[in-house]
């Protein structure tokens, strides 16, 4: 069953927020899972050992004591590690999912849970006033055609099918008079308005950007704004803080030890997911040998760590073992590539990459992922251009004064060499340099320069820059807004069009020439003309 309307909107982002700490604590019950059974396993035995000698009657009495001893405390041992399996309330995991579970059904589903129910109990006011006002129209329509309603009775049968289907259009008629008047009434409210819609305690934005932060690696400033806006349980800052760490060793250091040491941690993980960062890490590290010219050692670590790859890894083992013979000065291009620096920054996107994909967190920052879906739903063909603006029409020369060639005649160029069609055409040049420039410009029309939307988010000077890198909007039946009054044009309120072809709402020029002796005024051109001269313009 789908969501209600409005959920699944913003939960679409969120999924890292519950499925991160969730899989911390999957992974750390398995890990203790997994001790625990080994502690069985050994404990199992050492009483099958016990067992054993306990029924040779020559047994000796101090060494079955000793070996009962070490039964008794690995029994103590895997009870504490039993109770430690069990899920404590106030362990760091669970307070950590607890938390973000209690912030996303008290914050972002109890907004979103209130405006269904507004929006249920408007219609339902709605309904409740076409109701009514139906019913009341009905009654008035018995009081008045009571005497036509008795004749229309008397009529023959098949006249009375087109009376019903004549009563029901009517009937449906009123009742769309009744609904358009009653939303005619309450005006659309603004994109600010609707934006400041949210609940309170809501820091998703704050969220947002403490997680950009940690993902680029200021993790004091991301530390800093989390404290300050009391959202440290819900921003995962150990965790980035893990990552930046051996990014930092991998970029800087050209250490690869922070980073084996994170695979043996997750190597389950990691051979469940097919992922071969591990021999991404060793062959890097072979290489470092293969460089400072270590060939013995290179040699030792290739038979310890790289040969268990052999089975699946073969063609890059092979040309990884080709680099004890050539070094880093060689001529080959294929094994000098294998030496080049800019390979620590593959090898640190691949471990990136694969550290995100563990903690299901998306590859890029929620911040960048929300500000691109936004822009690209709000991006229209008439946004402003991001390009800069054309130049004016004063530093611009007439369509008539640009420099044109004369074309030669086909007699003219017949056989003639390269030579004489050079020269021909610098002649051409030289001859249009001189051509004088008329100083009327009659044929010169003045273009409009583009005007952005004030209230549109993608046409604004800086986040201009950011919308033309997201695709445009998909709308099938486009919506005209009033630049004057942010109204809706449509039937009830109809664009008008000026002389110049700037269109507005006609609610808003009416209330203008009202006010303004019947003159209207075009806020973009400054153009004043009486208002009977503007055209109606009809949406197709």
């Known amino acids: 069953m789908a969501p209600p309307t409005g959920i699944h909107g913003p939960l679409l982002l969120e999924e890292p927020l519950v499925r991160t700490p969730y899989e911390l604590l999957r992974r750390s019950h398995r890990s203790a899972q997994r001790q625990v059974e080994k502690e069985f396993t050994i404990v199992q035995t050492q009483l099958s050992n016990l067992l054993k000698n306990l029924t040779h009657t020559d047994a000796d009495q101090d060494v079955v004591l000793t070996r009962l001893d070490t039964c008794s405390e690995r029994f103590r041992g895997l009870k504490r590690k039993l109770d430690d399996l069990q899920p404590a309330p106030d362990a760091p995991g669970a307070a950590m999912l607890r938390e973000r579970l209690r912030h996303i059904d008290g914050v972002l589903l109890a907004s979103v849970h209130a405006r269904a129910k507004e929006k249920e109990a408007e219609w339902t006011r709605d309904l409740a006033l076409l ?197 880093e000065t060689t001529g080959v291009q294929a094994y000098r590539k294998l030496y080049d620096a800019s390979r620590w920054n593959k090898v640190r996107n691949e471990f990136r990459d694969t550290f995100l994909g563990i903690y299901a967190l998306p590859s890029q920052s929620l911040l960048a992922l929300s500000l691109s879906a936004g822009l690209s739903s709000l991006r229209l063909p008439a946004c402003a251009p991001s390009s800069p603006p054309t130049t004016p029409k004063e530093d611009r020369a007439p369509a008539h004064a640009q420099p044109h060639l004369i074309v030669p005649s086909a007699a003219e160029l017949t056989g003639a060499p390269i030579e004489r069609i050079r020269s021909f055409l610098e002649e051409s040049r030289s001859r249009a340099a001189q051509v004088p420039v008329p100083e009327m410009d009659e044929d010169e029309h003045p273009v409009p320069a583009h005007m952005a939307n004030v209230d549109c988010p993608t046409c604004a000077e800086d986040m201009r820059v950011l919308a033309k890198e997201v695709p445009m909007a998909h709308h099938v039946n486009s919506t005209l807004v009033c630049a004057i009054s942010g109204d809706v044009m449509d039937s009830n309120n109809e664009p008008m069009a000026f002389p110049n072809g700037s269109v507005y709402s006609s609610r808003s020029l009416t209330e203008m020439a009202k006010n303004n002796f019947d003159v209207v005024t075009c806020p973009r051109t400054g153009e004043t003309c009486a208002f009977s001269r503007l055209r109606k313009v009809y949406i197709s």
């Open 131 to 327: 109701s009514g006002k139906t019913d009341k129209d009905e009654n008035d329509k018995d009081d008045k055609d009571d005497k036509a309603e008795e004749d229309e009775a008397m009529e023959m049968e098949d006249d009375a099918g087109d009376a019903e289907e004549r009563e029901l259009a009517k009937a449906k008629a009123r009742a769309k008079a009744v609904v358009a008047e009653h939303f005619e009434k309450k005006s659309t409210s603004s994109v600010g308005a609707e934006l400041d819609k949210r609940a309170p305690g809501d820091r998703t934005v704050d969220r947002y950007i403490v997680e950009h932060l940690l993902r680029t690696g200021r993790m004091k400033t991301a530390k800093t704004l989390a404290a300050t806006q009391g959202i440290e349980s819900l921003v995962d800052i150990k965790l980035f803080a893990e990552l930046i760490r051996i990014e930092t060793a991998l970029l800087e250091r050209h250490s690869v030890a922070e980073a084996l040491a994170w695979c043996g941690e997750n190597r389950g993980t990691l051979k469940k997911q097919g992922s071969d960062l591990e021999f991404t890490l060793r062959t890097q590290e072979f290489i470092e040998l293969c460089r400072q010219r270590a060939t013995t050692d290179a040699i030792a670590y290739a038979r310890k760590n790289l040969a268990p790859w052999a089975a699946t890894h073969m063609a890059q083992l092979q040309s990884s073992m080709t680099l004890l013979a050539f070094g």
